[in-house]
């Protein structure tokens, strides 16, 4: 079955130290994204890549770095820049048109 | 920025009426909008979506309408089930024009029904 993973389901990270969120797709999907969805609120982009070696940054980018190596996978890496990064964060692919999301990490620092 | 935001944050409906969730948009240069589902502690569905050539969509038990001019977006639920409580998030893909293809979300609206 096509579809896009995200793992770890739960993630906890202290203080001072960098994760990497995984997001992998079979969907042969070009485009892949990153957002940071807080408790009762919307999505909001952090990075996303339209090919392979290349990507932009979305809305929230700082304390954030992703890498594009290869089209079916797009790590999210949680710097400890990112003063406040817990949160749920949402993995998506897309080709033309609506984008498929993952089922998200959620991350707590502790 | 652009933006996408929602009327309601909260909509309660009695089960097997319908629903109507509203967003607005900001962005002229929008050309393709969204409609997802999201329920608890997963990621959100695709509901329906719409092009900026169209004025309405039916899909299976949703509709989806668009006015250009006042740039607002409603998403219909017909006969509303316990099911549908989830929380409803309108979105745009920006224009291409400017080469950017990404997802603008709005706060979403939280879908009660009830008994």
């Known amino acids: 079955d096509g579809g896009i993973t995200q793992s770890p389901k739960y993630l906890f990270r202290k203080e001072g130290q960098n994760v990497t969120l995984s997001c992998e797709q079979n969907l042969n999907h070009d485009a892949m994204y990153w957002y940071r969805q807080d408790p009762g609120q919307g999505l909001r982009l952090i990075y996303y890549s339209q090919i392979v070696n290349d990507f932009q940054k979305g809305d929230i980018a700082e304390g954030y770095s992703v890498s594009r190596e290869k089209k079916e996978s797009f790590p999210l890496t949680v710097t400890s820049a990112q003063k406040n990064p817990t949160a749920f964060y949402l993995c998506?692919?897309?080709?033309?048109?609506?984008?498929?999301f993952g089922q998200g990490t959620r991350l707590t620092v502790v | 920025g652009e933006s996408v935001g929602l009327h309601l944050p909260t909509l309660s409906v009695q089960e097997g009426d319908n629903s109507i969730i509203n967003c607005a948009y900001s962005?002229?240069?929008?050309?393709?909008f969204i409609w997802y589902k999201q329920e608890s502690g997963k990621g959100p569905q695709f509901i329906i979506d719409?092009?900026?050539?169209?004025d309405k969509r039916q899909g299976q038990r949703v509709t989806v309408l668009l006015n250009k001019t006042v740039k607002h977006l409603s998403l219909q639920i017909a006969a509303t089930q316990p099911g549908d409580s989830a929380v409803y998030f309108c979105?745009?893909?920006?224009?291409?024009?400017?080469?950017?293809?990404?997802?603008?979300f709005g706060t979403g609206t939280r879908l009660k029904v009830l008994a």
């Open positions: 979105a745009e893909n920006g224009g291409r024009t400017s080469g950017t293809y990404k997802y603008i």
């Open positions: 998506a692919s897309a080709r033309t048109g609506w984008a498929f």
């Open positions: 962005n002229s240069a929008s050309d393709y």
């Open positions: 719409i092009r900026s050539n169209m």
